[in-house]
Nanobody, 126 residues
């Protein structure tokens, strides 16, 4: 009943763009901070970006700062990750995750998020 579903992944050339969506069902996102994470083969899961429940606070990993933008539309119960200027090293499975334990803030450690989607594959290649 409490689900997160990612969409928007796919194959894109270096320098291209994708917009990932994280849609919630079974609960409303109004009171949840949302994080985007990614995991490449053989690597640890990495926090990419997060946004507080009200959208006033955002954070980005240094590797994506200036290229990725996180946003939310609580009316649509959806969080987005706009990814521009994609690089091959961005290739990974991307996950969204939610927590209602944070008030007006968000954090990047994956352990802070109890609710997870199943992920969407992003491949950046020529």
């Amino acid at each position: 009943q409490l689900q997160l579903v990612e969409s928007g992944g796919g194959l894109v050339q270096p320098g291209g763009s994708l917009r990932l969506s994280c849609a919630a069902s079974g609960f409303t996102l109004d009171y949840y901070a949302i994080g985007w994470f990614r995991q490449a083969p053989g690597k640890e899961r990495e926090g990419v970006s997060c946004i507080s429940s009200g959208g006033s606070t955002t954070k980005y990993a240094d590797s994506v700062k200036g290229r990725f933008t996180i946003s939310r539309d609580n009316a649509k119960n959806t969080v987005y990750l706009q990814m521009n200027s994609l690089k091959p090293e961005d290739t990974a499975v991307y996950y969204c995750a939610a927590t209602n334990a944070l008030f007006r803030q968000c954090v990047l450690p994956a352990a802070s998020y109890p609710y997870w989607g199943q992920g969407t594959q992003v491949t950046v290649s020529s």
